[in-house]
């Protein structure tokens, strides 16, 4: 069974991002959204946490909210996919469960 994991407070002022890396299993996948976005950023305290679990889980962070947070692509973890709204229930449908870590 796969689960879709949706991330929405900044690893910076919460630890969602990190209780959410701390229960994910092979095959899951992990949507940033609002402010979870800024986990996709290269060199944080949680950039290598993600990138080691890249192997078995698949990252994602919504589109329009990292236009909304003005931030630059080039800043973003290499191999995390933007995707948009259609992405995100595209995402949601294809996964059996969907864990929101507020």
């Known amino acids: 069974m796969t689960m879709l994991h949706t991330v929405n407070k900044s690893p910076f002022e919460k630890n969602s991002l990190e209780s959410c890396l701390g229960h994910i299993t092979d095959g899951s996948a992990v ?8 986990g996709a950023l290269q060199g ?4 290598d946490a993600i990138k080691s679990a890249m192997g078995k889980v ?6 329009s909210d990292v236009d909304a947070r003005g931030i630059n692509r080039e800043r ?4 995390i996919e933007l ?3 259609s992405g995100f229930v595209k995402l949601a449908a294809e996964h059996d469960k969907v864990q929101s870590w507020l």
Do not use: K, M, Q
Request: glycine content about 8%; hydrophobic content about 50%; charged content about 15%.
């Open 31 to 38: 949507l940033l959204i609002e402010d979870g976005v800024y």
């Open 76 to 79: 973003l973890i290499g191999d």
């Open 83 to 85: 995707v948009d709204y």
């Open 58 to 63: 698949s990252f994602y962070a919504l589109n």
């Open 44 to 47: 944080t305290v949680v950039s």
